[in-house]
RNA sequence: GGCAGCGUAGCUCAGUGGUAGAGCAGGGGACUCAUAAGCCCUUGGUCAUUGGUUCAAAUCCAAUCGCUGCCA
C-alpha cells in the first residue's frame, strides 16, 4: 500500500553557512527517510527553505552596510549548492520571503484572528531612542540581577545560566549602540495558546511513537500549562502584520517559519501546474514528518499545531523525530569561536557519501554526539574503505581477471550460498524497517554487517584458492557476492545514494538504483559488469592534523 | 532555578526484569582475490554514584552528581 509522506526539514536561517551539527540533526536524517520512501514507491514531497527574517539578519546587515536582501540571497544561494552536492534531494527548497509565503501566513493570521485564536494585548519592550527602534530581547545588556554579571542578554544571562526578561536587567543598555533603553507598552497579537490545551494534551498523547526526547518535553510543557505569547514583533524586516496600525511590526518568525511547510507545499503545487495538488499532503490522507533538532521541539509539536488546530483542515504533524545535537571533537560548537566544520569547506575536500556514512554512524539519534576528525578518518577508511568498498573492489577486480568482466554462472547453489543470499535479501527488509522507524544508525549497521558477513563467505569459500581446481565453484561463489552487492547498492542507496549509483552501475545495470525498486535483484549471468573502480578514496592520516588545525582558527 | 533527554569497554553505540554485547581501536595468528583491505582468536566494563523494590535490576523507584537543550 502505498502512502503519502510530507518530509518538512527545518528552515536554515539565512545568516550564515551550513555546519555539520544542521546537516546531522535534520537534513541527512530527513533526506535518507525521503530516499527510503520514494524507492519503496511512496508518494513523497521533501521541502524547506531559508528563512530569511528575524532581528539577527538585519543588524547583520547594518553592520556590513548591507541590506537583509543581499544576505538572505547570498547564502540561500550558497544553500541549494550545498544540496545538490551532498545529494540533499529537495523537491522545493524556496524561502520565507516569497509572496507565496506572505499571503499563506496573513491568512492563517487572519483566520486565527477573527476565530478569536489571536488577541490583541500589550506588553513592556525595550525601546532604544539612539537606535530609534524596539530592541529583541537579546539585544538588550545588562547586570545580571541574579549573579551581578555585567554582560547578561535580556533573554538569558551567559554566566549563571538564568532565563531573564529585560526589564530585570540593572542598568540596561542596547547592544547596538550602547545607549540606555527605555521601557514602552506596545501592542502585539497574542496566541491563544491556553484555549488549545486540552486538545493539544489529547493529540501528543496518541502519538505514542514519538521519540522520548520529543515525547518529554512536550509532555513537560504541556503539564506545566500553555501560555498565551506575544506572535509579533517590533521590528521593520519580515511578514508584514496585515491590521491596521501594525504598520510597524512583523509577525514572529516562529510563527511564520513553521507556516513555510505549508506554504512551500502550495509552491510546489503552483510549479506543478496543479494548484490543488498540496491538499494531497495537507487534507487527505498523508502523513507528515518535521525533521529538526532539539532546540526547536516546542515550535513543532505544540505551537505550529496549535495554529493548524485554530485553523482547522489540516493535517498535524504525524512525527517529529527531532535529534540532539553533534559536538566538534568533544566542544560545543560555536560560531564566533569559529569551532565548527563548515558544509562548505567539507565539500570542497572530501566525498559526500564519507560524510553521509559517518555522520550516519554517528547520529544524534538518543543523545549528543561527536565529530571528530580523527574518527571521520578512521571509520572511512577502515569500516566504509575496508569493509563495504574493498568487498565490491575484490569481487569486481576478481571477475575481470577471471571471468572475462561478466557475471558468471552461479549454476546450483550450495547451502552457505542460498543462506548469504537470504539473508542479504533479509537484510534489505530490515533496513527498510529501521528506516521507516526513523532509525538511521541501526539500518546502517544492518547493511554493514551485511558486507562483513559476505567478507567472511568469500573468506571460507576461497574462490582465489578454488578456481584453481573448479571454476565452478569459483563462479558460483562470486556470483553470490555479486549478489549481495546488489542488494547492499539497493540497502544503502537511502545513506550512500552516489556510491549506490556508482556500485549499480559497475555491476552492469541500466538505470538507477531508484528506478529499479527496493528488492534484491541478483545480476544475471552474463551481465557485463563495468571496469571496477574503487567506490571509496582512503583518506591519507595527515588530514586529521590538517582539519584539526582550522578548527577554531578565524 | 524549573522541565526534558542522556550517562554501559579506550572510542561510537546496542541492550527496558532472567549468566554484560557489537563495531572500531589495542594484542596474537593463519591466508593472499582485494584500496597492506579481508578472515580467525584475543585483551578490555563496580552498566555515573548512593539507597530502595524484587527470588532476580544496566533495565523499575527515589535521591545525588555530570553533560546537553528548552523555559515559547
Not at 172 to 183: I, K, L, N, Q
Not at 403 to 416: H, I, K, N, R, Y
Not at 545 to 554: D, F, K
Request: glycine content about 8%; hydrophobic content about 40%.
Amino acid at each position: 500500500m502505498t502512502e503519502r509522506i510530507h518530509v518538512g526539514v527545518a528552515w536554515p536561517y539565512a545568516n550564515g553557512p551550513l555546519h555539520l551539527g544542521q546537516i546531522a540533526g535534520a537534513y541527512l536524517p530527513a533526506d535518507i527517510f525521503a530516499r527510503y520512501n520514494r524507492i519503496i514507491g511512496n508518494e513523497v514531497l521533501m521541502v524547506s527553505g531559508s528563512d530569511l527574517h528575524g532581528a539577527p539578519i538585519t543588524i547583520r546587515a547594518e553592520r556590513e552596510n548591507t541590506t537583509p536582501e543581499a544576505i538572505g540571497a547570498k547564502y540561500h544561494a550558497e544553500f541549494l549548492d550545498c544540496w545538490e552536492r551532498l545529494g540533499i534531494s529537495f523537491d522545493l527548497f524556496t524561502t520565507t520571503g516569497t509572496d507565496n509565503h506572505r499571503e499563506v501566513t496573513q491568512d492563517i493570521f487572519l483566520t486565527l484572528m477573527r476565530k478569536g485564536y489571536l488577541y490583541r494585548d500589550s506588553m513592556l519592550q525595550a525601546y532604544c531612542p539612539s537606535c530609534g527602534r524596539f530592541l529583541p530581547d537579546r539585544y538588550v545588556q545588562g547586570i545580571c540581577p541574579n549573579c551581578g554579571s555585567p554582560n547578561a542578554r535580556g533573554d538569558e544571562c551567559e554566566s549563571c545560566g538564568k532565563p531573564l526578561d529585560p526589564v530585570d536587567l540593572n542598568n540596561p543598555r542596547c547592544a547596538v549602540c550602547g545607549g540606555t533603553p527605555r521601557f514602552e507598552q506596545s501592542e502585539h497579537f497574542f496566541l491563544k495558546l491556553s484555549a488549545l490545551q486540552e486538545e493539544l494534551a489529547a493529540w501528543v498523547g496518541g502519538n505514542s511513537h514519538w521519540r522520548q526526547n520529543v515525547m518529554g518535553s512536550t509532555r513537560g510543557f504541556i503539564d506545566e500549562g500553555l501560555r498565551d505569547r506575544a506572535m509579533t514583533r517590533d521590528i521593520n524586516w519580515g511578514v508584514p502584520v496585515p491590521v491596521e496600525g501594525f504598520e510597524n511590526k512583523r509577525i514572529y518568525v516562529w510563527f511564520e517559519a513553521v507556516i513555510g511547510y505549508l506554504s512551500a507545499t502550495k509552491e510546489w503545487a503552483h510549479l506543478q501546474g496543479d494548484d490543488a495538488a498540496w491538499e494531497k499532503y495537507w487534507k487527505e490522507d498523508a502523513k507528515i514528518y518535521n525533521f529538526i533538532g532539539k532546540d526547536n521541539i516546542f515550535f513543532h509539536t505544540l505551537s505550529w499545531p496549535a495554529t493548524l488546530m485554530a485553523y482547522g483542515g489540516l493535517n498535524l504533524p504525524y512525527d517529529v523525530p527531532a535529534n540532539e545535537f553533534l559536538t566538534i571533537q568533544g566542544q560545543k560548537l560555536s560560531t564566533s569561536r569559529n569551532w565548527a566544520v563548515w558544509l562548505t569547506d567539507y565539500l570542497e575536500r572530501y566525498d559526500p557519501d564519507a560524510l553521509r556514512y559517518y555522520l550516519t554512524a554517528v547520529m544524534p539519534e538518543t543523545q549528543d554526539s561527536d565529530f571528530s576528525w580523527e574518527k571521520f578518518v578512521r571509520r572511512n577508511n577502515d569500516e566504509l574503505v575496508a569493509t563495504y568498498g574493498n568487498l565490491a573492489h575484490r569481487v569486481l577486480t576478481f571477475c575481470h581477471r577471471h571471468f572475462g568482466g561478466v557475471v558468471p554462472d552461479s549454476g546450483e547453489l550450495d547451502a552457505s550460498s542460498r543462506q548469504l543470499l537470504d539473508e542479504a535479501e533479509q537484510a534489505i527488509g530490515d533496513i527498510g524497517d529501521a528506516l521507516g522507524r526513523c532509525s538511521f544508525k541501526e539500518a546502517l549497521r544492518t547493511a554493514m554487517s551485511t558486507a562483513q558477513k559476505a567478507n567472511r563467505y568469500l573468506d571460507e569459500q576461497a574462490p582465489w584458492k578454488s578456481i584453481k581446481q573448479s571454476k565452478d565453484e569459483a563462479a558460483r561463489s562470486v556470483a553470490t557476492v555479486l549478489g549481495v552487492l546488489s542488494a547492499l547498492s539497493t540497502g544503502l542507496y537511502p545513506i550512500l545514494p552516489f556510491s549506490s549509483e556508482k556500485l549499480h552501475a559497475s555491476l552492469g545495470f541500466s538505470g538507477s538504483v531508484l528506478e529499479r525498486g527496493w528488492k534484491m535483484v541478483l545480476p544475471a549471468a552474463g551481465q557485463v559488469l563495468r571496469q571496477p573502480q574503487p567506490l571509496f578514496v582512503k583518506l591519507d592520516e595527515a588530514v586529521i592534523e590538517e582539519e584539526t588545525a582550522r578548527l577554531g582558527q578565524s
